[in-house]
């Protein structure tokens, strides 16, 4: 290969971190795109503004709240405001970090591939098929983003065979996922310390409350297995709100020290500000102040 087509593989192997397209490639990643080159960066593009319609919709809901607007030296845990609120603070703050990850890298696939530097099957979403997120496991292995799984995945593959585990044995399988969840966790703590040095390694501990959530869950499927019971609709929809449930419990640890420390106010780069003008408006023509309301209801439910 001549030089330049040497130095632009190792970069790919340097940062395509699922190894798209290689041997390494990691498992479950969403499908390759098929499509042409033009019609890849027009579906892209599409999808892309919608994300960062959705950042949008979710930030406007941070801003909302006075919750997020908190001095540090007031600030509350997103579980304060009861569990219906509890689930909406979950929920826009991971949207708006989903958004975070998705569109920059959706705005780089588009450029690559409208570029011609590389075809649309190197660029398959970010993350997987929501339907997928059924388990916890699932929600982990399938869905979520995996920019981190190989590593993290070889640390416990590492673990395992050090403790002479038998491959493919209950043991071995729980011992990868405790060490790769705490790799995962490591691996987030120099992000903390970037933020300030007092909060090194706040985000830690939820990560290895999933890898214990998931061996309660494979447990109770194991069990409920034994009894006879397979994959059927009703089966998924239990899953779903187990999935949901946990999660909405187990953000906070994650999120709680970052609102704290004021991450939430920080302005998206790509953020439109159409959310509150169009609120602005339906209330001069409706007298309907949804932006007045959920601050109000949300004040309401802070507590004294």
Sequence with gaps: MPFWEKFYNLQCIMNNTRGIGWNYQIPHVPL???ESRWRFALKRSLRMLRFILLADVSQTYIDLNPL???????ALSVRDQGLLLQFFNVLAYATRSYCVLTVPYDATAVAAVALGFTEPKAWPTLVGRWKDAYTLRRFWGRVWQQMMRR???AGGKFAARTLRCAPGSWLSSHVQLFVGFTL???AHVPGDAMVHPKWT???FWFFPAQAAAIMLEDAVIARARERGLRDTR???TVGYLWTVSWLTYSVPWFVDWAVAAGLARDRLPFQ???VRPVLAALARATGLDVAQWVTAQCAIALPS
Excluded: D, I, N
């Design 234 to 236: 009703w089966e998924r």
């Design 201 to 203: 390694g706040s985000s």
């Design 272 to 274: 439109p500000h159409v």
């Design 32 to 34: 390759l795109p098929t």
């Design 184 to 186: 995962s966790g490591l």
């Design 151 to 153: 590593f993290v995945s």
């Design 68 to 74: 997020f607007s908190l001095p540090e030296a007031r």
